[in-house]
């Protein structure tokens, strides 16, 4: 077992305020596989000062540079790929193909993206007589989750250093040592100290001191809507700006004309992988009442399929929260066609992958974000219902619609109150804005939508 000891801050590897250590299991075994400090609030306000002093400096370098050093960062991410996805994979629980393809490969791109956006981006816009300067925000406070958790981490710092922010991290606690690699690239990259700072830590401590934190102008938090909540409030009483990503109970709506196999192969495929930790995840299909019975047959035969493929999930508070959902849905009437809330092994957090059929649209299971492997099948009479149903809970992340062609998809995605809508299986974008409508969070990560979250705007007039 590994004990690291020391935080990044201000460009170096330095002893944590206290002695208090968070123990990483790898969620296959229960197994402790290393220990990272747990920092306080004093830990914290060392890293935002750095964060503020290096801030003139960064925000006057040149873009062209900050690209050079984001590509630089996206090498040094390529050039560790074995070790990042054997990380996630330890820490996490993924398996490793998919730590390798997902977990490392999304971040990578994403890396190369904010490189490409920040040598040609234009941080000058003409408004009639206005010339408008697009200029940082300042020190960005980062809290990120376990679930995605490289990507997560990269989605904020990449947009953050192309725009001249400099940043905080605080990581989840199940998954610093993926964040630690990273912070061990961000050095060999050459950026400079101060510009990226670690902190890991508990959510409550040190994740609250760093919300909380007067040196900070941004906070932009990815994980669940209650700590959401929380940090959006306190921003708000602070003036501060605040992006938010947070949960989705998405739906997958398969109309009548679709290609019905794909449809929910597709669809089972999505809520499956990462053993359903994905708050993008559809985990509602929608299908018409005349093919609803053909399509519970394929969901469970696909979802059969993912038995031995699938991962556990990352702690055990996640295996005892999604198996309560599994058997609440049993409570409420729902019908389990294929898993069900018992362990499947006697070792490590997993659940088996399930599929509820003769869901309703009000039920706990159609409702809640459950963050595990199972996916709830609702029936609808007619478009107008399917609408209804699909647009009938508080989230609004993300996807997908199904017909015969892209044009009556389009139709009917129009009216979804959601941040981003597949079409026909359409390809995961890095470029496209990604982020919620209603409680599934404020503001866009990802993209030249993702920069912009990290600029405020000066106007000169002539
Ligand atoms: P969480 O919201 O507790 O944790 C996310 C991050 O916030 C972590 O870094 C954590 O340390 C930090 N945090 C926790 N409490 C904090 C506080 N008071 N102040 C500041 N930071 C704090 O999420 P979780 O407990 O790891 O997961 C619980 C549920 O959240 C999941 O079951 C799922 O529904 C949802 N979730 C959503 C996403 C997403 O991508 N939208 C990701 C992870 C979890």
């Known amino acids: 077992m590994k004990q690291h000891d020391g935080m990044y801050i201000d460009g170096r590897w330095r002893p944590a305020a206290g002695s208090g250590t968070i123990e990483v299991v790898d969620p296959a075994d229960g197994r402790v596989i290393a220990t990272v400090p747990a920092g306080t609030a004093e830990d914290v306000d060392a890293a935002v000062r750095a964060a503020r002093a290096a801030l003139p400096g960064w925000a006057a370098t040149p873009p062209q540079e900050r690209a050079d050093r984001l590509a630089a960062l996206r090498d040094q991410l390529v050039a560790r790929i074995d070790e990042i996805a054997e990380t996630i994979t330890a820490e996490l629980g993924a398996p490793l193909a998919f730590s390798r393809t997902v977990q490392a490969g999304v971040p990578i791109a994403v890396c190369g993206s904010y490189a490409d ?13 206005s010339t408008v300067l697009l200029e940082p925000v300042g020190v960005v406070g980062a809290i990120t989750p376990w679930n995605y958790p490289l990507h997560q981490i990269v989605a904020k710092v990449a947009p953050a250093l192309a725009a001249g922010c400099t940043v905080v991290l605080k990581p989840a606690e199940d998954t610093p040592l993926v964040a630690r690699l990273f912070a061990e690239c961000v050095a060999a990259a050459g950026v400079p100290a101060g510009v990226f700072n670690l902190v890991t830590g ?14 900070v102008d941004l906070v932009s938090f990815t994980g669940s809507t209650a700590v959401g909540r929380q940090i959006g409030a306190t921003a708000g009483a602070a003036v501060k700006r605040v992006a938010l990503e947070l949960g989705g109970k998405s739906a997958n709506v398969i109309l009548p004309s679709a290609d019905l196999a794909k449809a929910v192969s597709v669809g089972v495929a999505n809520v499956m992988a990462n053993s359903g930790q994905t708050c993008s995840a559809w985990t509602r299909m929608l ?4 093919r609803y019975d053909e399509a519970v047959e394929l969901a469970a035969a696909a979802a059969a399929k993912y038995g031995e493929r699938i991962g556990p999930l990352v702690n ?24 069900g809330s018992e362990s499947p092994r006697e070792q490590g957090y997993f659940v088996q992958p399930t599929v509820f059929a003769e869901v309703t649209a009000e039920m706990t299971v159609a409702q809640e974000e459950i963050f595990g492997p199972v996916l709830s099948i609702i029936r609808y009479e007619d478009e107008e219902d399917a609408l209804r149903i699909a647009n009938g809970t508080v989230y609004g992340l993300a996807g997908a619609v199904w017909a015969g062609d892209d044009a009556e998809a389009v139709a009917f995605a129009r009216g979804l109150q959601t941040g981003q809508v597949d079409i026909n299986g359409g390809r995961f974008n890095p470029l496209a804005p990604f982020g919620g409508y209603k409680q599934s969070g404020v503001g866009r990560e990802l993209g030249p939508h993702g920069l912009t979250e990290y600029l405020q705007t000066k106007s000169l007039q002539f």
């Open 117 to 129: 956006l920040a040598r040609t981006y234009s941080f000058e816009e003409t408004i009639g007589t």
């Open 202 to 215: 508990l959510g409550p401590v040190a994740g609250r001191a760093l919300a909380e934190h007067d040196g």
């Open 287 to 290: 299908v018409h009442t005349d």
């Open 316 to 339: 055990a508070r996640q295996q005892e929260r999604v198996r309560g959902y599994i058997e609440k849905g049993v409570a409420e009437g729902a019908r389990i066609v294929v898993g």
